[in-house]
């Protein structure tokens, strides 16, 4: 993580930390606090330094700051590929030998890592459009978890504490973002629920989906 978050800091566009703290073109600036983007769920990344946001923050903080020394790091460079591959005189010899690797600038790592992540994106791609194609929506979707878990629609919106009604509430909210493309911000609206709570209520949602065997595509005709 921090690598990308000091990139503003090794391209210059801020001089120090405390500077990059305050930047609001970067991520970084709202796991501190300093700005908010409503498109990013801070609480799962900081969950990664702490359960208390105030120490997770400081724990994150610290991370990014080791990685100043780092320097530039030109191995990280580029979707992988020329570097991975031991420079340019490397690429020209696998191209001699008719060798090919697969490279995106979006991507780091070698060229068959390269290659799974392009394939499962556009996999994805292909589902949800398919889905949106065919007018499945929210509403459709409570319908589907309902009927899954063998309830009724209203208690899948339910607020309550009860273990089904939880459960159908997390896997609502994991394929509400996995399958209908619909972000955390949107389902805290259509759910009334703090988009923190959302996000770990999807991520619960795709354990229980995993544990239980429970797949949407089923019902995706």
Known sequence: M?????NPLRAKLVSDLKKLDKYPYCGHSALIGKNKHDWQDTNYSLKFYGSKVSIARRR???HIKKGIADGRRPDLTGGALIRSAGGWSAVKLLRKNAARLKGDERILGDGDFVEKVLKESRENFKRKYKIK???YNFDWLVNQVAL????RPGDVLARGKYKQTVKARDLLCYWGTRELGMTTVELAKKLNLAQPTISQSAMRGRKSAVEAGLKLSEQIK
């Open 2 to 6: 921090r690598y990308i978050h000091l």
């Open 133 to 135: 194609t065919k007018g």
């Open 148 to 151: 899954l878990l063998n309830i």
């Open 60 to 62: 994150y903080r610290e």
